[in-house]
T-cell receptor, first 113, second 110 residues
Framework: AQSVTQPDIHITVSEGASLELRCNYS??????LFWYVQSPGQGLQLLLK??????LVQGIKGFEAEFKRSQSSFNLRKPSVHWSDAAEYFC???????????FGKGTRLHILP | DVKVTQSSRYLVKRTGEKVFLECVQD?????MFWYRQDPGLGLRLIYF???????EKGDIPEGYSVSREKKERFSLILESASTNQTSMYLC?????????FGPGTRLLVL
């Protein structure tokens, strides 16, 4: 069965430090891959997505993600976090033959001043 | 700007009440989705609809039903609310290439 794993439930980083959030998926073929962010009290906002082509994807708010087929991973990175990045981040996959998206359980990011 | 409107941000209901959560989209998408979000469980798909009057069960449909009479409107119905349905409910529209989410309805069932 398809699945998405975000191994870190909580991550705490200092403001200005670099960030990497991990995501692994289990699926036979390369699905569509996404990262969404949810700020407190808000709905989900799309940060970036990967369908094909260049494996390094740029998104909004200074985020990027790298698709690694050999590791079935799609990790999210940011070189320098800001206090406003504190939120919950969801990795998601969509099988190419399906309109449904499968979400990971989320990683909550805390920022230390 | 893409708009997904959910009828209420916060809702308090009593056990056994019938509850309607409404979602309206402005992009003429065929697909609409209802998710519930619980801490540590992420988003779980309750139902989705791929056209007017068409629906399909998601991963956790028990205790819920849906209605799609018009393309822009997708309603989630709790026939008889129970305390274990206390949760955040998120509506979305779109498809495999992206989904647009509403702000969510936080439902408390007492």
């Amino acid at each position: 069965a398809q699945s998405v794993t975000q191994p870190d439930i909580h991550i705490t980083v200092s403001e200005g430090a670099s960030l990497e959030l991990r995501c692994n998926y289990s699926y036979g073929a390369t699905p569509y891959l996404f990262w969404y962010v949810q700020s407190p009290g808000q709905g989900l906002q799309l940060l970036l997505k990967y369908f094909s082509g260049d494996t390094l994807v740029q998104g909004i708010k200074g985020f990027e993600a790298e698709f690694k087929r050999s590791q079935s991973s799609f990790n999210l990175r940011k070189p320098s976090v800001h206090w406003s990045d504190a939120a919950e981040y969801f990795c998601a996959v969509a099988p190419r033959r399906d309109d449904k998206i499968i979400f990971g359980k989320g990683t909550r990011l805390h920022i230390l001043p | 700007d893409v708009k997904v409107t959910q009828s209420s941000r916060y809702l308090v209901k009593r056990t056994g009440e019938k509850v309607f959560l409404e979602c309206v989209q402005d992009m003429d998408h065929e697909n609409m989705f209802w998710y519930r979000q619980d801490p540590g469980l992420g988003l779980r798909l309750i139902y989705f609809s791929y056209d007017v009057k068409m629906k399909e069960k998601g991963d956790i449909p028990e205790g819920y039903s849906v209605s799609r009479e018009k393309k822009e409107r997708f309603s989630l119905i709790l026939e008889s609310a129970s305390t274990n349905q206390t949760s955040m409910y998120l509506c979305a529209h779109g498809g495999r290439e992206t989904q647009y989410f509403g702000p969510g309805t936080r439902l408390l069932v007492l």
